[in-house]
């Protein structure tokens, strides 16, 4: 069974850095691209962008480029969003989830449970 | 700001059917694929409708997905009250080389 399990709830303050994770099981994590997405309170979906963990290659959405850092840990099986310094618009449920993505076939197959992180002083 | 537009809410009765459309372009829905979502009231996104309209494992049939040029629509038949949720269409867009989503539909249930 395929499951995409995230680390949980934080709570940082407006400057603080932070790195949430994304485990993959049940398949082979090094052969799927993994998407992260942002839903901000009471808001739609929003691709933030993708990393193919077989050799870390990534592809940001221009609107999160720059503001976001995405890594992963193949031995572990993990990928990771991480922040420098958060902002309190950056208050959202964060999802990881499979993305499948070849030929302008792509989509978010799985889906992790998600990660709420507020910022706040 | 998405640049698949979808409409905010859709309803109808149970047992009834609805029907979301996602509005886009050449660039995303008339080269690309489309993906289909659904999110109940506090839980994770699901995959419906993939690849214009192709239901994963354990997806009913009452869902289908199908698309015409630059739009793309989910048909929901035999509408029950857990169908209840917010629906969001999703594509390659190939000028942003980036996935967008719709801005998402929200079903009620009559």
């Known amino acids: 069974e395929v499951q995409l399990v995230q680390s949980g709830a934080e709570v940082k303050q407006p400057g603080e850095s932070l790195k949430i994770s994304c485990r993959g099981s049940g398949y082979s994590f090094t052969n799927y691209w993994i998407a992260w997405v942002r839903q901000m309170p009471g808001k739609g979906l929003e691709w933030m962008g993708i990393i193919y963990p077989g050799d870390s290659r990534t592809t940001y959405s221009s609107s999160f480029q720059g503001h976001v850092t995405f890594s992963a840990d193949k031995s572990i099986s993990t990928a990771y969003l991480q922040w420098s310094s958060l902002k309190a618009s950056d208050t959202a449920l964060y999802y990881c989830?499979?993305?499948?993505?070849?030929?302008?076939?792509?989509?978010?197959?799985?889906w992790g449970q998600g990660a709420l992180v507020t910022v706040s002083s | 700001q998405s640049v698949l537009t979808q409409p905010p809410s859709v309803s109808a009765a149970v047992g009834q059917k609805v029907t979301i459309s996602c509005s886009g372009s050449s660039s995303n829905i008339r080269n690309n694929y489309v993906s289909w979502y659904q999110q109940l009231p506090g839980t994770a996104p699901k995959l419906l409708i993939y690849d214009n309209n192709k239901r994963p494992s354990g997806i009913p049939d009452r869902f289908s997905g199908s698309k015409s040029g630059t739009s793309a629509t989910l048909d929901i038949t035999g509408l029950q009250t857990g169908d209840e949720a917010d629906y969001y269409c999703?594509?390659?867009?190939?000028?942003?080389?980036?996935?967008?989503f719709g801005t998402g539909t929200e079903v009620t249930v009559l």
């Open positions: 989830a499979r993305f499948p993505c070849s030929g302008g076939s792509c989509y978010s197959e799985y």
């Open positions: 999703g594509a390659w867009d190939s000028s942003l080389s980036a996935h967008v």
